[in-house]
């Protein structure tokens, strides 16, 4: 069953910087495209960014891109968010995702997601 489990989130000032932590269980994790997605009040579920199992390959939306960095430690079953200068529109729950056929994300398997607030 695969389980994933979101820390880090907070209320930071905007211009401030958070570190998002998925631990990944239930899944072979070191051959799995993993990711993060968020969720703000009122919104659907977007995309924010991905990393490749093989070549560690990264992909962001436009919004985040230059400001946030995904990585992983296949040794730790983790995947990370570095978040730096923050914008209150980057408050949301962020979720983090695994991808088989489809982007699965923790939201989807029970998971609580680690909301993020950016206060201006």
């Known amino acids: 069953q695969v389980q994933l489990v979101e820390s880090g989130g907070g209320l930071v000032q905007a211009g401030g910087s958070l570190r998002l932590s998925c631990a990944a269980s239930?899944?072979?994790?070191?051959?799995?495209?993993m990711g993060w997605f968020r969720q703000a009040p009122g919104k659907e579920r977007d995309f924010v960014a991905s990393?490749?199992?093989?070549?560690?390959?990264?992909y962001y939306a436009d919004s985040v891109k230059g400001r946030f960095t995904i990585s992983r430690d296949n040794a730790k079953n983790t995947v990370y968010l570095q978040m730096n200068s923050l914008k209150p529109e980057d408050t949301a729950v962020y979720y983090c995702?695994?991808?088989?056929?489809?982007?699965?994300?923790?939201?989807?398997?029970g998971g609580q997601g680690t909301q993020v607030t950016v206060s201006s």
């Open positions: 995702a695994t991808k088989g056929n489809r982007w699965v994300t923790s939201y989807e398997s």
């Open positions: 239930g899944f072979t994790f070191s051959t799995s495209d």
């Open positions: 990393i490749s199992w093989g070549d560690r390959s990264t």
